[in-house]
């Protein structure tokens, strides 16, 4: 018997169509807040997303592309874009994930739907800051990862306050952040996510993404989209990883 869940999510975007369209389903604009994923722009095409197969292309209004894995599972994601008054949108994003083979344990099945709806929620949001503080702008995809998961809250805590996040900071708060490799100084970000699983910094050139993983025993990792012109990609995840993973931390 297959098992299914999926989650939808609505959101209106100050930008036009076609500029929703160019972030969600093209390779340049997956950069700026999603990850790396570039797209055969046609339906039958390829997309870098696993085994990933476009099943709607019809610009700028419907994007969809199904991924397919062992054991029995499809996810399919889906975008449906609107047009609103004042040259700006309305986004219907949807996940649907089924699994027609031997269906796993309740937990994990419970697990994996909490970190779909709680992802998806999180990655919207970035869409809405890229789209407002960094449309169309070239991206630099960073990303870092500990070798080992974590089901201890603590951890998370403490890579919060090693970025120099007060206990008690609250989205909105402003800090100095130090970038790992960066010899120039701090540069202010500002809190735009803050939550148990995932913080979110917005800086002057740079979306910062962290992800906690003890809600569902993987590991901490972060995703970060880098904006200014000069940002060397192999640099920055070295510095990066440098930092998430120093064993004196």
Excluded: C
Excluded at 49 to 55: A, K, L, N, P, Y
Excluded at 88 to 110: F, K, N, P
Excluded at 125 to 143: I, N, Q, T
Excluded at 181 to 186: A, E, V
């Amino acid at each position: 018997m297959a098992r299914e869940f999926e989650v939808r999510r609505e959101q209106a975007l100050a930008v036009t169509p076609e500029q929703v369209w160019d972030a969600v389903a093209t390779g340049a604009g997956n950069l700026g807040w999603l990850y790396p994923m570039e797209v055969e722009p046609r339906v039958g095409g390829k997309a870098t997303r696993g085994d990933s197969t476009v099943v709607a292309w019809e610009p700028p209004r419907h994007f969809a592309v199904r991924a397919t894995q062992d054991g029995g599972f499809s996810n399919t994601l889906t975008y449906r874009i609107e047009p609103a008054d004042g040259g700006t949108s309305h986004l219907r994003m949807g996940i649907h994930w089924v699994h027609t083979g031997v269906v796993d344990d309740a937990w994990r099945w419970e697990a994996k739907s909490d970190a779909a709806e709680k992802h998806v929620d999180f990655y919207q949001h970035g869409l809405a800051e890229y789209l407002r503080h960094f449309p169309g702008r070239p991206a630099v995809y960073v990303r870092a990862q500990r070798p080992e998961p974590t089901s201890d809250p603590a951890d998370f805590a403490a890579l919060r306050r090693r970025l120099g996040l007060a206990d008690d900071a609250a989205v909105g708060d402003r800090f100095p952040l130090h970038v790992p490799g960066r010899d120039s100084g701090p540069e202010e970000v500002v809190v735009d996510w803050l939550s148990t699983d995932f913080l979110g910094l917005r800086g002057p050139d740079a979306l910062y993404r962290f992800f906690n993983g003890s809600t569902w025993d993987v590991p901490i990792w972060l995703g970060h989209h880098l904006f200014a012109g000069d940002a060397d990609e192999q640099q920055a995840t070295k510095a990066w990883n440098a930092w998430l993973n120093d064993p004196q931390a």
